[in-house]
Structures are given as structure tokens and as C-alpha cells.
């Protein structure tokens, strides 16, 4: 394992510590690590730091140990996490800023979520909704998989579960101009 300097470590991320809770909203230095998140987390397992140790990251200045991390990919944002905390800390709203801190460092250690996470909003902002069948056949064309899922196609379109054409919403345009209030903000 390497060794890190922690003063001049978090000397250096100071900046980014704060760009990051400005983003999230929400105060870092507020989690005094009881380990509730991480107990509680249902995704763990898969995990190599636990959601507590990806705020202690944070806590100690260690910007490229926690954008390089698979947690921040694997995080559900299923909000037990946030549910637990004594200190009301919204730890997904963290794990969602640091993605985004990543993809624009170019760092990205699971490729195939963040290849997930694109495809479905690009589907949402097109169609005003996700279109299933297009999302999945995006994906395993993207991702090398090309048959990955063929085989449930058929009783998924049987059943009705799976359209083959998507369907749009009539909002008038409404959700364009959520994603272009978004790309607007992300300029800034």
C-alpha cells in the first residue's frame, strides 16, 4: 500500500473537499464515524471502501484515493445510508457529486455503470422517458455483451413488459429543458 503524506495531502484537496460540499450540499466534516452507513449498506459487500471510509477519504484530503474507488459507482442511492445517520449526513448526494467529479477527471473505475448511467439519461432525455428496449440493446452493443439479454426478450414482448418502439411523453418539452437547465448549471 502506499504511503500518503495526510497534511500535505489535505492541504493540496482543500479546494476540492469544499467544491464537493458545495455541490452536495452537504457538510463532510459532519460524520464522526459511527459506521451506521456502512451496517446498514446494501451493497457493502461488493464495495472496496465502505460508504464511512469514502467520507473519511474526504475527511483526510484523499481526492484521487476516493474518485479512483469503485464505491462511488456501485452506491445505489437507495438513502438507508442517510436514513441511519445520527448526523444527518446524505451520503448519496456525496456519492453522486463524486462520480461526477470523476467522469470529469476521467477517472471512472466501473465503466460499464457509468456506460449505463449515460445511455439511460440520453433515453429519458430523448423520449421524455426511458425506453427499455433501446436502453438494453444500447448497452450490450456498447458494452460487448450483444446477447446478453436475447433470450428474455421474447416472453418480456409476450408478456408486454417490453416495448420495441419507445414512448414519448406529451410534456411539451418539459423534460428538454430540465436537462438543459442542468447542462446550463454545469457550466457555471
Aim: proline letters at 3%.
Amino acid at each position: 500500500m502506499e504511503r500518503v503524506e495526510l497534511a500535505s495531502a489535505l492541504a493540496a484537496s482543500k479546494g476540492f473537499v469544499e467544491k464537493v460540499q458545495e455541490e452536495s450540499g452537504v457538510e463532510v466534516s459532519k460524520c464522526y464515524q459511527c459506521g451506521k452507513c456502512s451496517a446498514g449498506c446494501l451493497v457493502a459487500f461488493a464495495m472496496d471502501y465502505t460508504p464511512r471510509q469514502v467520507l473519511r477519504l474526504l475527511q483526510l484530503g484523499l481526492r484521487e484515493e476516493a474518485l479512483k474507488c469503485h464505491t462511488i459507482w456501485l452506491c445505489a442511492c437507495c438513502e438507508t445510508c442517510g436514513t441511519r445517520c445520527p448526523r444527518e449526513v446524505d451520503l448519496p448526494r456525496i456519492m453522486e457529486t463524486l462520480r461526477m467529479e470523476a467522469k470529469k477527471a476521467g477517472i471512472v473505475a466501473e465503466k460499464n455503470i457509468a456506460l449505463f448511467d449515460d445511455l439511460f439519461l440520453q433515453s429519458v432525455e430523448k423520449n421524455g422517458r426511458v425506453h427499455e428496449a433501446g436502453l438494453i440493446m444500447g448497452y450490450n452493443l456498447k458494452s460487448g455483451n450483444l446477447l446478453q439479454d436475447a433470450g428474455l426478450a421474447p416472453s418480456l414482448l409476450k408478456k408486454g413488459k417490453l416495448s420495441i418502439f419507445p414512448e414519448k411523453t406529451h410534456d411539451g418539452g418539459a423534460v428538454k429543458k430540465i436537462f438543459a437547465r442542468v447542462r446550463a448549471r454545469e457550466v457555471k
